[in-house]
């Protein structure tokens, strides 16, 4: 079946602007988490949603991120007022359960100029 | 703070040789550990899982290693080839929320 999926792939854009990334998990799958892979660093925990609430938004880095998901399915991250810290690789993930094994889409890379 | 600490940071091997990347961590409770392999440009691809009571596991030519007492793992890979040429990232799980703590990656380049 199909995997995760992100779009967009590669998103640039201007300082200040605001951005949506979006996500499509594997069907069926009914946890979804947001990850940052900034150049050189691990990945960093951003967002994990359990159907559509959120039980941990601990890694989201201010208030300028938030995210949604809507159906169970789809989710998109948000991003406001971009800053050129805010480049990075923004990867999507989603399990069977909470302790599932977690599938990766490819990534959005976003480059704030 | 749950740390997760790769090392080499970078390693080149030829072709057909062995390797081995270590993995020490400090996460705490531990649920589980698990390497992933993270082509340029994708998204990483889990290779092996273990839980606490397991200390080795093999895919294909991959093999991890884990003492749960010392907190550190190793990655072997066997008779290397071109395609094995990515960054190999250990992940290790806290109980709650399954939530992961990564490492930085050790970047492999297998040259011919």
């Known amino acids: 079946g199909a995997g995760v999926s992100q779009s967009p792939s590669n998103k640039v854009t201007e300082k200040g602007k605001d951005v949506e990334l979006r996500c499509d998990p594997i069907s069926g799958h009914t946890a979804l988490y947001w990850y940052r892979q900034s150049l050189g660093q691990g990945l960093e925990f951003l967002i994990y949603f359990q159907g559509n609430s959120a039980p941990d938004k601990s890694g989201l880095p201010s208030d300028r991120f938030s995210a949604e998901r809507t159906g169970g399915s789809v989710s998109t991250l948000t991003i406001q007022r971009t800053q050129q810290e805010d480049s990075a690789v923004y990867l999507c993930a989603s399990s069977l359960g909470r302790s599932g094994e977690q599938y990766f889409g490819p990534g959005t890379r976003l480059t704030v100029t | 703070k749950n740390q997760v600490e790769q090392s080499p940071q970078s390693l080149i091997i030829l072709e057909g040789k062995n390797c081995t990347l270590q993995c020490n961590y400090t996460v705490s409770p531990f649920s589980n550990l698990r390497w992933y392999k993270q082509d340029t440009g994708r998204g990483p691809v889990s290779l092996t899982i273990m839980t606490f009571s397991e200390n080795t596991k093999s895919n294909g030519r991959y093999t991890a290693t884990l003492d749960a007492d010392t907190k550190q793992s190793s990655l072997h890979i066997t008779a290397s080839q071109l395609s094995d040429s990515a960054s190999y990232i250990c992940?290790?799980?806290?109980?709650?929320?399954?939530?992961?703590?990564f490492g930085k990656g050790t970047m492999l380049l297998v040259s011919p």
């Open positions: 992940v290790v799980s806290e109980d709650r929320y399954s939530t992961l703590t």
